[in-house]
């Protein structure tokens, strides 16, 4: 009996212990009837692993910040801010955090006059929910990333949508330390939106030049749609801001996915293996020149497809490049906009070509460009598959020379109108950078001297057998006499072993 009593007195003593904390559970939030009548006080009190759950819509005066493992379940409800720069902050060293809503009409979390979501240290994963402020709907920005911590967001589902006007706008920014990967953002679906309306507007928004990188962005299935899809920012050392693309589908009406022009921004990293990039300006007045799908001016990687992936590029002109280590091993690559040759300067690093691959030179963007297609579609509907060429400002060339270090196509389909030529390289010196691949017009200028160009019963034009050159007695007499001397050698040599034998056979039949 004494130690059932012990046992009963312990667990008594373990409530009343902490008269303020809720045990890791499920605990509601409403004005009246609930477990709790104020979202922060829910927060602050209730244990590690509790879900929080919504009966009733809330309006905040003041952010709440989450410092402890939590799901907080809207459950229909929708949370509005009134006053406060953020709805939320997030804020613990490893901490996961969990936004939902499980009922079957998703609530929302607004803040018509500010942003919406900070989170500065942990996990943030979120679904079905929308999410929608003026500007930096999310923003990923680490504190101590000096010391290692990491914030990161994961979006599986729902809607993030920045609502504001003016220039600039963002819907998420990721924000590092200048640690690599010290902050990041995975969509694997729903929508994120900014204002196409809104000039420079940006789905997502990675690094800040010189001191805001450290961030990844990876883009697994969902959708990005803005002014411009994606923004990306370096700092001059590798692995600071990195893209991956997987899947998913940017659409844009200027600039798919774009590298700051500014100094300091070089060395990103962009990896688009599968998925859908996009530029389509579709009569919006503001974009100032065509759209591009990649926008690629700064010193870094772009690497496009594998062997079993085909993303799908669409822009009128569809890749620009400046500067950069450019390698193709898939994918189709399409441009729909007007030829241009030459190209016009312009000060945001995209020279519109309406080629599908377009390199234009300018003394400004003089890092050097390297490129290597070895499979892949790159189709132009008005101009050159791949075009080359130094840029003109009016009617001055904008660099004195090319700044081109390597072109290599070994592969892939270039596919220009019949009165384009599929490939149009123009400043480049060295002009055999053919190997292999199909083309829709005559490239024998671009192939080595020892490879030959036919064409296949679609009358494209390929790569044939390898040539090799016929001695005659004009161009190698000393190859053809070789020849006349190994033949009479070798009558002599069977005229020898004629007698050998004829001896031997006498002297055998003597015996």
């Known amino acids: 009996m004494k130690k059932i009593l012990s046992f009963v007195l312990v667990g008594v003593i373990g409530v009343v212990a902490l008269p303020g904390m809720v045990s ?16 922060s006080d829910a927060v602050t009190n209730v244990e590690e692993g ?10 905040l005066t003041s952010k709440v910040v989450v410092n402890k493992n939590l799901t907080i379940d809207l459950n229909g409800n929708n949370i509005t801010m009134n006053g406060d720069q953020y709805v939320f902050e997030f804020n613990k060293t490893g901490g996961e955090f969990t936004l939902t809503d499980t009922s079957a009409t998703a609530g929302s979390i607004t803040n018509s006059t500010n942003r919406g979501i900070l989170v500065t240290n942990g996990e943030l994963t979120f679904d079905e929910i929308t999410l929608e402020a003026v500007d930096r709907v999310i923003q990923v920005s680490p504190v101590d990333g000096d010391k290692g ?12 949508k920045a609502t504001g006007t003016a220039e600039n706008v963002r819907a998420v920014k990721l924000w590092g330390n200048n640690v690599a990967n010290n902050a990041s953002f995975t969509l694997n679906g729903g929508v994120i939106s900014a204002p196409v309306t809104s000039k420079d507007s940006t789905g997502v928004d990675i690094g800040n030049p010189g001191n805001g990188t450290g961030a990844n962005l990876t883009i697994n299935g969902g959708q990005i749609k803005a002014y411009n899809g994606v923004r990306i920012n370096g700092n001059g050392q590798s692995g600071m801001a990195v893209l991956t693309m997987n899947g998913g589908t940017i659409l844009a009406a200027s600039s798919g996915i774009l590298q700051n022009t500014k100094d300091g921004t070089e060395n990103t990293e962009i990896y688009i293996y599968d998925g859908t990039v996009k530029a389509n300006k579709d009569g919006n007045q503001l974009v100032n020149g065509h759209a591009v799908a990649i926008q690629h001016s700064q010193e870094g990687i772009l690497v496009i497809g594998t062997k079993n992936t085909t993303p799908n590029i669409t822009g009128e002109t569809a890749i620009a490049i400046k500067e950069g280590n450019i390698t193709i091993d898939g994918g189709m690559i399409v441009a729909t906009g007007e030829y241009k040759d030459p190209a016009n300067f312009r000060n945001d690093g995209t020279d519109d070509t309406g080629a599908a691959i377009s390199i ?13 297609i070895n499979g892949g579609l790159m189709q132009s509907e008005r101009g050159n598959a791949f075009y080359e060429g130094i840029a003109v400002n009016g009617d001055v060339p904008a660099a004195s020379k090319s700044y081109v270090n390597s072109i290599a196509i070994t592969g892939g389909s270039f596919v220009s109108p019949n009165n384009m ?8 010196t060295d002009k055999e950078v053919i190997t292999g691949g199909t083309f829709s017009s005559d490239v024998s200028e671009y192939i080595s001297a020892n490879l030959s160009l036919v064409q296949d019963e679609n009358g494209n034009y390929v790569i044939g ?6 001695p005659n007695d004009e161009t190698n007499p000393e190859t053809y006499d070789g020849i006349i001397i190994s033949i009479v050698a070798l009558i002599l040599g069977l005229a020898a072993a004629s007698v050998c034998f004829k001896k031997l056979y006498i002297k055998t039949m003597s015996m």
């Not at 509790?50 to 309006?59: F, Q």
């Not at 911590?149 to 993030?160: E, F, L, Y």
């Not at 234009?360 to 290597?372: F, K, L, M, R, W």
């Open 24 to 39: 890791a559970a499920e605990v509601t939030v409403c004005a009246d009837g609930c477990d709790y009548t104020s979202l």
């Open 50 to 59: 509790s879900t929080i759950k919504l009966n009733e819509a809330i309006t």
């Open 149 to 160: 911590s990491k914030a990161s967001v994961i979006m599986d589902g729902g809607t993030i």
């Open 360 to 372: 234009t030179t300018s003394d400004e963007y003089n890092g050097g460009v390297s490129i290597a």
């Open 421 to 428: 030529n599929s490939v149009a390289i123009n400043e480049y």
């Open 465 to 470: 057998e390898t040539t090799t050159s016929t």
